[in-house]
């Protein structure tokens, strides 16, 4: 599967090991939006499906200018994000911090419009995103956690 252009343009995203994108909250220091907005636009440019997989970490790098930016850029690209994205797959090994990741995915994952979850490592994201993309469906749905 192709990687979108200019794989050293994202400094957030990880596109290594595209279709699945990673994205660290530890790279995201205040001010990222800018730079996040643009790296959503090349993924979404390349029109090929993904899956982002959010490495989850505290939230001192969300200002809330970032939040306002993001939340206005997934308010203007809601519909070609969910063309693409075929989920958001968050990663929290601490079981009482992704069930707390889970509950806020229920709520996200309509804004989002993709199927929002939350994983305990990064073998078993890797997993549901594949099935994601395999399932080729952008319907939005919930994975149960265990």
Same mark, same amino acid.
């Given at each position: 599967m192709? @990687?979108?252009?200019s794989a050293d343009?994202?400094?957030l995203h990880d596109v290594a090991h595209f279709p699945l994108v990673h994205l660290n909250s530890e790279r995201m220091k205040p001010g990222f939006a800018e730079q996040w907005c643009k790296e959503q636009e090349r993924l979404l440019d390349a029109r090929v499906p993904f899956v982002l997989l959010l490495q989850e970490g505290d939230d001192d790098h969300e200002s809330i200018q970032d939040r306002n930016e993001?939340? /206005?850029w997934f308010k203007k690209n809601r519909q070609s994000f969910r063309g693409v994205c075929r989920g958001i797959v968050g990663i929290e090994p601490d079981a009482? @911090?992704?069930a707390l990741l889970y509950a806020r995915? /229920?709520? /996200?994952?309509?804004?989002f419009g993709v199927t929002t979850t939350v994983a305990a490592d990064g073998r078993e994201a890797g997993t549901i995103a594949r099935n994601l993309l395999? +399932?080729?469906? +952008?319907?939005?749905q919930h994975r149960e956690m265990d």
């Open positions: 192709a @990687k979108p252009s343009f994202f400094i993001v939340v /206005l009482i @911090k992704r995915a /229920l709520v /996200l994952g309509p804004v395999a +399932n080729g469906s +952008n319907e939005f």
